[in-house]
């Protein structure tokens, strides 16, 4: 059962140590890495979750995933998560990692849907808008296509969302009409 509160903790110790050391880039990427590997094998999170597997086999399976592609500050950090029965909760550790290297190095993550492809150009002016209103910090746009909002854009930053969609008016135009608010007007 996922437990946020933990996993923020833990992060934020790693996060730490990661700066005391002068590596936090490096565990950065480490992070990256296994939120990747997460993401990419619900294989991986099942081992990590399983009670059956015994820590000592965990331990060694983690060390294969990982050897070679992750720091000794991340391997000795992953360790520590199997020797305290934390490893179930790896997923999560690695993404509130990330998520507090966004907000300590000012990088905002925006999410801009669309309902197909669009331009470098359009791309970039979009991006030049976005990033004069957030002058301080760094802008790191992901791009999504969703043909089910038939035209327009849905903009979500942080908790904030845009949404200037052709499905959001058209949903609009419908909830006035089976409202009939209207009505009282004529």
Known sequence: MPNPRLASRYAKSLLDLAIEKGQLDAAYADMKYLQAV????SEFVSLLRSPIIKADQKNSIVAAVTTGKVSELT???NNLLVRKGRESDL????????????T??????VKLTTAAPMGEAVRSSIMRKIAGYMPNDTVDMKTEIDESLIGGFVLEVGDKLYDASVKKS???IRTKLVDHSYESKL
């Open 104 to 109: 300590l190095k000012r990088i905002r993550i």
């Open 91 to 102: 997923p999560e550790i690695a993404t509130a990692f990330v998520e507090q290297y966004n």
């Open 38 to 41: 997460c993401e990419a094998s």
């Open 170 to 172: 058209l949903n609009d």
């Open 75 to 77: 391997a000795a950090f």
